[in-house]
């Protein structure tokens, strides 16, 4: 039986997704008021900070809270952190007290879903764009080039390459992750990754290099993710975009928004 698909429930699934345990090169810092994490420096970007509070919800005094935290981060070497705050934060005025702090919006991100029905999603606009799941090392060490280039992180050397590889050949065969990568003329231009949850499918880690935006990369990576994903069993694909950009293309796409994410770079020196 197809599950209903609610705004609430839509959320809580986000929810248990995003609450999977980390790798062990990961600070995973949970108590029952907030979740803070350290990210590793190779998955370290411009978009992606090292030191963010994913979720708080906490009934003591908030300077107590982000005293304790920035502590934390201090212990860590760093100077700064970054807080989500969505509608679900509590204390409600949670995020005007960031900004007395001194925070400054940084990041937004709408929480996006799609019910995953039998219509066909278009998938480019452009006969020069093509599209290839990542299923053997050529076409995953192109999905990493996009990557490495897009997110400006360092190339990850050859075994961690290779147990990726394993790790993504495995995910194929069990039917629960995958990746596509998007060429235009035999370059690599563009990649995205799906993990399957029950009937729910989570797009993730979308990327167009600079150079081919505006060409249908984007849309082209989304259908064959969402045909994916659909095949693979899943109802609904639910994702995070930003509003100016991919979240935009994501309505077009047929996607709605269930919530917003702000985010709040904060000095803790």
């Not at 209903?4 to 790798?23: K, R, V």
């Not at 609904?236 to 509003?243: F, M, Y």
């Amino acid at each position: 039986m197809t599950r209903n698909w609610g705004t609430q429930e839509i959320l809580e699934a986000l929810a248990s997704l995003d609450d999977e345990t980390l790798p062990e090169d990961f600070i995973d810092v949970r108590t029952g008021e907030y979740r803070l994490i350290r990210f590793p420096q190779r998955l370290l970007s411009p978009t992606l900070p090292a030191a963010q509070v994913v979720w708080s919800s906490t009934s003591r005094p908030l300077n107590i809270v982000f005293d304790e935290v920035a502590s934390e981060i201090v212990g860590w070497g760093l100077d700064e952190i970054h807080w989500w705050v969505s509608s679900a934060t509590r204390p409600l005025d949670t995020e005007a007290y960031l900004r007395t702090r001194g925070g400054v919006l940084s990041d937004s991100y709408q929480i996006l879903a799609r019910e995953l029905c039998d219509d066909a999603v278009e998938s480019s606009p452009s006969t020069e764009v093509s599209v290839e799941l990542v299923r053997d090392q050529h076409s995953l060490r192109d999905a990493i080039a996009v990557e490495t280039e897009g997110w400006g992180r360092s190339l990850p050397d050859e075994q961690a390459i290779g147990v990726r590889l394993s790790e993504t050949l495995h995910n194929l065969a069990t039917s629960n992750e995958f990746q596509f990568v998007a060429y235009v003329s035999g370059q690599p231009a563009a990649t995205g990754c799906c993990k399957i949850a029950g009937e729910l499918a989570r797009l993730y880690g979308a990327v167009t290099l600079p150079g081919f935006r505006s060409r249908g990369c984007y849309q082209v990576v989304l259908a064959s993710r969402l045909r994916q994903a659909r095949d693979f069993g899943a109802t609904i694909a639910v994702t995070r975009g930003r509003p100016l950009t991919s979240g935009r293309i994501l309505l077009k796409a047929g996607f709605t928004v269930h919530n917003l994410e702000n985010c709040y770079r904060l000095s803790v020196s």
